[in-house]
């Protein structure tokens, strides 16, 4: 397999195969993410895709799961994604599963048929970085997208029959901002009802834009146990009426937690009203990492 600069994937795609079909990230200009910061965007050579493809199948006996890099694989158009699709359902018929990074802007370039045309050749879950459900935090950021558009983007996707994991940031909004964060990110998921849920907490590498307001003062992270009470305040703003797999297990979490919503939704908020009472409970910080 042929890689470009550093590869990231979702945790849940640790045992996935990695095919790199763009390069870095159309939009690259969030102030937290450091991720693609040493690529300029740009599409790989189909052919040499394919040619991963081959090899891959020459060398692996079984590949369940196969993840599709870089940060937004979805900007690519059908005529480019469907051969692609095609050419892994033609030759890898045990995969189960064939996702990739989104924005919810690539979602929205897209017909409901060309969507739904994905979905029938294999493609079955996106993941989108929300961060926030926050205007404010969102223009803050540099997200490049808006509250309105992400909850459309998300509800578009499964529509269609594509699944979406969708991903917050815990203290995101500094101590100025962290209720407000809290509750719009908490009806933001009642809004979208996406399939799953995956709540990080910040960390910043010192390279990043938002580490310098932090060292100018004009952003205050969170304790760790604010953050625990951030992450309540949204539970408790968060209604779906459809299943939603939550989880907030990442290895930069001070407190882990899963569960399926709305039915452990009281579950959770329990364990969180113990934590607060009980920081013995809370990851150690020289403990935390991305």
């Not at 802007?105 to 961060?131: P, W």
């Not at 917050?168 to 719009?184: C, E, N």
Request: glycine fraction near 6%.
């Amino acid at each position: 397999m042929r890689y470009e600069g550093s590869i990231f994937r979702p945790p849940s795609e640790a045992y996935s195969l990695l095919v790199q079909v763009t390069v870095g990230c159309t939009h690259n200009k969030c102030t937290f993410c450091s991720m693609y910061k040493d690529k300029k965007f740009h599409l790989r050579d189909p052919k040499e895709v394919l040619e991963d493809l081959q090899w891959a199948r020459a060398h692996y006996r079984r590949v369940e799961r196969i993840f599709l890099c870089d940060g937004d694989a979805l900007a690519l158009k059908n005529d480019k994604l469907m051969p692609i699709l095609e050419h892994i359902r033609d030759n890898f018929p045990e995969c189960e599963r064939v996702t990739a990074y989104a924005r919810a802007s690539d979602v929205l370039r897209k017909s409901n048929e060309e969507l739904r045309q994905l979905r029938e050749t294999g493609l079955t879950m996106v993941y989108i970085g929300a961060e926030s459900g926050s205007d404010e935090v969102l223009k803050a950021i540099n997200k490049g997208e808006t509250r309105a558009q992400l909850i459309e983007g998300v509800r578009k996707a499964e529509d269609c029959g594509i699944k979406a994991s969708v991903t917050f940031i815990s203290g995101l909004a500094g101590k100025a901002g962290w209720k407000d964060h809290a509750v719009q990110t908490g009806t933001m998921i009642s809004e979208m009802e996406p399939s799953y849920v995956g709540l990080l907490t910040l960390l910043v590498d010192p390279s990043v834009p938002i580490a310098e307001e932090i060292r100018q003062g004009r952003l205050q992270l969170l304790s760790p146990e604010e953050v625990v009470a951030e992450t309540l305040l949204m539970l408790e703003n968060t209604s779906v009426s459809r299943p939603c797999v939550f989880r907030s297990n990442h290895a930069s979490n001070y407190l882990s937690l899963a569960g399926t919503l709305p039915q452990d939704r009281e579950r959770l908020i329990a364990i969180l009203r113990e934590a607060m009472e009980d920081s013995g409970m809370l990851k150690d910080e020289r403990f935390r990492a991305l």
